[in-house]
């Protein structure tokens, strides 16, 4: 790969400068992501947020004319834990950079027989077990409430089935993915009683993201890749992160040809949900946020209130 390129800082009162661009594709998951064929001009980018640092620089490419933006979800190394991650900062700063659609790619545990390790799940919805994580941007003096019934974008999301499809990839359109706080794995009686509530996969990252890319007004799809059966499967034993790597690492290619593959379909026009999401949603008597929050928020409110 070629030499990175590390640039200025940009912090929220940046936002409009040289390192901003709408339509700006995110992709967030692990280190390497952004090894991809037809990725050019990759640099860095260091951004500040008002809810502190993101959990690593931006790599920024082009690919195709579009220009997407990667960030190791756990740093470099896999270093932070899940929950530990700074949600806030790493969505803000996605923001920041004009993103209006991420694409999540993460490993997770399979809850269902038929879906088995090395598969790729795209979920549609989430459930929350987590119970530290911050939840929302709009936590003081600002309230807004956005609908979340469908938190996954239908545009990003039927692309990307279209294209898990040509490529022969063992898919799975549907499912629900179960956020728990980790980072230790589910205990055995926990694993059972979420395959009752119908459960497809869990993971201990995506809710937050999720939420927060809404609440942005960004567009957002989980790329899921299924490493184990969690620890319900008696035949499969318990989850070795041996396992989990190995697996990981066979199926990390299958994210990156369909991330490469939708990018191109991927319409200029957002027509969805998700980039009206705060349309109606915050409530606070405009008159009574306070400047300086408007000022913090800016990037997201843009003219809400």
């Known amino acids: 790969m070629k030499s990175q390129k590390t640039t200025k800082s940009i912090s929220a009162g940046k936002k409009r400068g040289r390192l901003f661009e709408a339509g700006t594709i995110g992709v967030i998951g692990g280190v390497g992501l952004y090894e991809m064929p037809g990725l050019t001009e990759i640099k860095e980018i260091r951004v500040k947020t008002p809810f502190g640092d993101p959990s690593d620089p931006f790599v920024v490419g082009r690919m195709g004319g579009r220009r997407l933006a990667f960030l190791a979800r756990h740093g470099r190394g896999h270093r932070i834990p899940p929950g530990d991650i700074n949600f806030r900062a790493n969505i803000f700063g996605f923001k920041l950079l004009g993103t209006e659609r991420i694409f999540s790619v993460s490993a997770v545990g399979s ?170 949603a915050i409530v606070t008597d405009p008159k009574a946020i306070p400047a300086r929050l408007r000022k913090t928020l800016d990037p997201i409110l843009k003219g809400r209130v």
């Open 111 to 280: 809850m269902r027989e038929e879906i088995h390790p090395g598969d790729i799940v795209l979920p549609d919805q989430f459930f929350d077990r987590t119970a530290a994580r911050p939840r929302t941007f709009f936590s003081r003096e600002i309230v807004a409430h956005v609908a979340m019934a469908h938190p996954v974008c239908p545009v990003m999301a039927g692309i990307l089935a279209r294209v898990g499809k040509e490529k022969g990839f063992r898919l799975h359109r549907k499912g629900t993915y179960i956020c728990i706080e980790g980072p230790q794995f589910s205990t055995r009686a926990e694993s059972d009683i979420y395959r009752q509530w119908g459960i497809s996969v869990i993971g201990m990252t995506n809710l937050p993201e999720a939420r927060l890319a809404r609440e942005a007004e960004i567009c957002y799809a989980t790329v899921a890749m299924v490493t184990d059966y969690d620890c319900w499967n008696e035949r499969e034993g318990e989850v070795e992160i041996e396992d989990v790597i190995r697996v990981m690492k066979a199926t990390i290619g299958k994210a990156k040809e369909m991330i490469a593959g939708a990018v191109p379909h991927l319409p200029e026009e957002r027509n969805c949900v998700c980039s009206q999401a705060l349309k109606d």
